[in-house]
Structure formats: structure tokens, C-alpha cells
């Protein structure tokens, strides 16, 4: 994730989880995902896209951080 950073400077910050404590746990859940996944939020906290668990395509990663990036 820390390449997306690199890809978009100054406009993408990416952070991983542990998703295995129990507040992050509940997280996960409440976002649908059963164990993990990815998640696109604005400056805001808005969740503006998100990829469950083992689903999670980079390049449609990629290809929607352009997309919100145009808007």
C-alpha cells in the first residue's frame, strides 16, 4: 500500500491495520469484509470505495484513485 504514496505523492497517504485486535476487528466487519480488505477514504473519513478480502485488484485500485483524483 506504501507504493501508492509514491505513485501519487501528496495526494494519497496509505496505512495498514492490524486487523486482528478488537477494535479493528469491528471495523472490518462493519465494513463488510470478513477478515480484511481495502479501503478508500476521502480527507473526510468518507469511505468513497473499498475491495474485500483476497478481492483486492491493485490495478482497480489504481485505476479508481484516478478516477476519485479527477473529481
Not at 492490524?18 to 479493528?24: K, L, M, Q, S
Not at 463488510?32 to 480488505?37: A, D, N, P, R, V
Amino acid at each position: 500500500m506504501s507504493g501508492l504514496e509514491r505513485e501519487f505523492p501528496g495526494r494519497v497517504k496509505a496505512r495498514n491495520l492490524d486487523a486482528t485486535t478488537p477494535e479493528n476487528r469491528r471495523i472490518v466487519k462493519g465494513l463488510g469484509f470478513q477478515s480484511h480488505g481495502l479501503v478508500i477514504r476521502s480527507a473526510e473519513g468518507k469511505t468513497l470505495y473499498k475491495q474485500p478480502d483476497h478481492d483486492v485488484s491493485m490495478t482497480t485500485v489504481r485505476i479508481a484513485i484516478r478516477d476519485l483524483l479527477r473529481k
